[in-house]
């Protein structure tokens, strides 16, 4: 029986923000390996590929061991079962939030019975931080980086010069 508790951390991530670095390094303190994982939104037309996510989440996270970073294409429920992970860990900035969250979880419970979906209340100086909201400072060339983990800002003015 595997004793290590995984938790999947998933997100757009595009760009990843300083709400989603806190909901991580909340979730690497309560779960022993925790994966953050930047899936495709089919909703949203993304401003950075795939490989760009990637490097600014390994950015963000380097040096916490028990934080592995990664992008996938397919299901979470798939992916949480090719990996071993039980857990989803998601954030909840309000209650709408809380609802959209919860009808994922219930979805997600569905396609595996095993998954259990931990939501965490946003910390009050994150709830008006989203990527969206990040995505629009940079379109209009205003600087996001107090809105972004460390390293990531210098990505993307890497990226958009």
Do not use: W
Request: proline share 5%; with cysteine; charged share 30%.
């Amino acid at each position: 029986m595997d004793k290590i508790r995984r938790a999947l951390v998933p997100g757009s991530f595009d760009p990843p923000t300083i709400g989603h670095y806190d909901l991580a390094l909340r979730a690497a303190e309560i779960f022993d390996e925790v994966y953050v994982t930047a899936f495709s939104n089919g909703e949203k037309r993304g401003r950075f590929d795939d490989q760009t996510r990637l490097r600014m989440l390994e950015t963000a996270f380097d040096g916490i061991p028990n934080i592995i970073c990664g992008v996938s294409h397919g299901l979470l429920a798939d992916f949480c079962r090719e990996k071993g992970i039980r857990f989803i860990v998601k954030g909840s900035r309000s209650a709408v939030d809380f609802d959209y969250e919860l009808s994922l979880a219930m979805i997600n419970r569905a396609l595996d019975p095993e998954l259990e979906t931990v939501i965490l209340p946003t910390k009050q100086e994150y709830m008006f931080v989203s990527s969206t909201m990040v995505s629009e400072l940079i379109k209009y060339g205003k600087d996001p980086s107090e809105y972004l983990p460390r390293g990531v800002a210098q990505i993307i003015a890497e990226r958009d010069r």
